[in-house]
């Protein structure tokens, strides 16, 4: 555990990490790079300015949820009923500050929704209608629940008979700014062809997003049910803390999804000195970084 002293605010190089969700197709990978740069971009303006690293973990999911060839916002799979159900969260390690929402129809980035629900100090998990009606009393715009639903997800769940239900493109993202403090935040559409009213793990903190600046920070995807079932999110940042290499503690928490939780998915994060780490288990999971080593966005995939 670092010390005060060691986490003195002129000690920190800021660095974000984003994922474009452990289940995205690898034949449309190519598809994933100009988002994933994108949203790695967009939380590095606010880091390079001297921004928290809360506004820029939501900046950067907000540049995902709008991009349609993700799984988040506009573009999310589609429920067994053919509607879109959103879940998204959001923390801040220095006060484990947290927000989310789940179940959530009518608003277009959840992940601000869950952020308004952080602000509020006195709530963690906002869901379905009641979630809605908080958005309307802190001025979220509503949303036409048909704009979130593209035409490649109604073609996907027409077709979904006859395809395996893929898990595709939940987006998250992991920072660290300059004082020394981490967030991370995941937002998704949940799983292909799921029941109306189910949760996944990425509304769910310690689940799918967890951040302790003393540790670090992550944000999951994969499958849900394995991910909750392990308190994935916490366990690998325990690991983090074990094994003080992110890289490494990565790939132990994903193996732990995989044994323990008999399910697939994978994770990035990034460590309280900025160092950044992911693994998947999954055949692709698209990620990019920037950190001021960097002249733009590296993706990783
Ligand atoms: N973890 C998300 C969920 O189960 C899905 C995903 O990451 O692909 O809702």
Redesign the pocket.
């Known amino acids: 555990m670092p010390s005060p002293a060691e986490r003195a605010p002129a000690t920190r190089v800021p660095t974000i990490i984003v994922h474009g ?3 995205a197709d690898p034949s449309e990978s190519h598809e994933f790079r100009p988002g994933m740069r994108a949203a790695a971009l967009a939380g590095w303006r606010v880091l390079s300015a001297g921004g928290a690293a809360l506004d820029a973990v939501e900046s950067a999911v907000r540049v995902l949820e709008d991009d349609p060839r993700f ?1 988040a916002g506009r573009g999310s799979v589609l429920t067994r009923d053919g509607t879109v159900e959103l ?1 998204a969260s959001i923390m801040e390690g220095d006060r484990l500050q947290c927000g989310a929402v789940a179940a959530v129809t009518r608003v277009a980035n959840p992940v601000t929704l869950a952020r308004r629900v952080l602000e509020t100090r006195r709530h963690v998990l906002l869901v379905g209608d009641g979630a809605v009606a908080f958005a309307r009393s802190v001025g979220i715009p509503e949303c036409d629940p048909a704009s979130l639903v593209t035409d490649r997800q109604r073609q996907r769940h027409a077709e979904r008979a006859a395809r395996s239900a893929a ?4 987006v998250g993202a992991v920072a660290l700014d300059r004082n020394g403090t981490v967030a991370a935040a995941t937002s ?1 559409g ?2 292909a062809g799921q029941l109306p009213g189910r949760v ?3 509304a769910l903190i310690g689940c ?1 997003t967890y951040a302790d600046s003393s540790i670090g920070g992550v944000s ?6 394995a ?1 909750i079932r392990v308190v994935f999110g916490c366990r690998a940042l325990h690991y983090l803390k074990d094994a003080d290499d992110p890289d490494y503690a990565a790939k132990v928490a994903v193996d732990l999804l995989v044994e323990e939780g008999r399910g697939h ?1 994978g994770l990035i994060v990034i460590d309280w000195r900025g160092r950044a780490g992911y693994a998947t288990s999954t055949p692709l999971m698209p990620v990019a970084i920037m950190s001021p080593t960097l002249a733009e966005p590296r993706t990783l995939f």
């Open positions: 969700g452990a289940g799984n879940d898990l595709g493109g939940t998704t949940g799983t996944g793990d990425s799918g999951c995807t994969g499958d849900g049910e991910i998915g």
